[in-house]
């Protein structure tokens, strides 16, 4: 199998190992993975490797030090060889994987939709990450989606827990929220969804001056604001910061400008990756200050879940 590997310590370094995967057990199945997204969504996985374990889902082959990790992406598989009666061989498979051209899994608490991965350097990981769609199984799949399915699953579904979390806290009555890196997939689909809620406040898209424009043209932000125009927004106002950029400079200023009006800075993503003081001190913002936290998807969405009944990716 080959695996593509990122040194964890500088994500501009990567390598392509080969090795044998493990033999299989009862129960076990491997696949073959088809294809896969890769967005500035992943980068973000390994930016906050450590701190939020997601270099803990897929073991680096051939890694002694522990230096080299897996950074997820989302995708297609093919089972290729299944040592479990209930999951035949040829079935397609949605779901998180790294990026590799196969992977042996482990799964468990199988329905006709899906299945959960029961190795056991998973069991302790959010249960989204390690659930697996049957799409073989769903009479409205449509391949012609795929490749819209990997690039746009993660994204969406962060998109909506960010608007219905922020729904069920009536938007901390504030009269703006601010998004940063409105050009973003993320924030473009937050936007949106607040658009179309009733009650939201006004939504305020932040952006380099050169996706001023077409920020602009997707009729979602109700005003759009470069960062080199920051002075422009009303700092008078109560308001929400939504983070997908992790830009020091940006959330200083604004944290600064606004004071006691900020009511809580949620720290998304991290498309400002490539700056590594930038990026420490915005996973550091996140972690530490009193109204700033880290969003993570996976809890709200396993709180959505269990409220809803939902089952399935």
Same mark, same amino acid.
Request: glycine share 6%; hydrophobic share 35%; aromatic share 10%.
């Given at each position: ?11 501009? %370094? ?6 044998? /995967? ?36 897929? %073991? ?42 196969? /992977? ?6 199988? #329905? ?27 009479? $409205?799949?449509?391949? $012609? ?19 219905? #979390? ?50 602009? #043209? ?96």
């Amino acid at each position: 199998m080959k695996q593509l590997q990122t040194f964890k310590n500088d994500l501009t %370094q990567t390598r392509v190992i080969e090795s044998t /995967l493990p033999s299989l057990d009862k129960g076990d199945i491997s696949v073959s993975i088809e294809s896969f997204a890769f967005t500035a969504n992943n980068v973000t996985y390994g930016v906050a490797g450590n701190t939020i374990g997601y270099w803990n889902f897929f %073991q680096a082959l051939e890694n002694i030090n522990n230096d080299w990790g897996c950074i997820p992406v989302w995708g297609f598989a093919k089972v290729n060889i299944s040592k479990n009666e209930d999951i035949k061989e040829g079935e397609r498979l949605f779901g998180y994987f790294p990026p590799a051209d196969s /992977l042996n899994l482990s799964p468990i608490k199988i #329905s006709d939709e899906a299945f959960i991965d029961g190795k056991d350097h998973r069991k302790d990981l959010p249960p989204v990450y390690n659930n697996y769609m049957r799409v073989s199984k769903d009479i $409205s799949y449509d391949t $012609s989606m795929d490749n819209i399915r990997s690039l746009l699953f993660p994204l969406h579904i962060t998109s909506f827990c960010l608007c219905d #979390s922020l729904e069920d806290e009536y938007y901390l009555s504030a009269s703006q929220i601010i998004i940063v890196s409105a050009s973003s997939k993320t924030a473009i689909g937050l936007a949106q969804g607040l658009m179309d809620a009733d009650r939201a406040p006004k939504i305020i898209g932040l952006t380099s001056s050169k996706n001023a424009d077409f920020v602009n #043209s997707l009729g979602c932000y109700d005003e759009v604001i470069s960062y080199e125009q920051l002075s422009r927004v009303n700092y008078s106002l109560k308001s929400v910061i939504v983070d997908m950029a992790g830009s020091r400079e940006i959330l200083g200023t604004l944290h600064g400008s606004l004071g006691d009006n900020m009511l809580k800075c949620y720290t998304v993503g991290m498309t400002h990756w490539d700056n590594k003081v930038t990026a420490e001190d915005a996973l550091g913002q996140a972690m530490l200050r009193d109204r700033t936290e880290f969003f993570f998807c996976s809890s709200a969405y396993s709180k959505k879940s269990k409220g809803l009944g939902l089952r399935r990716l």
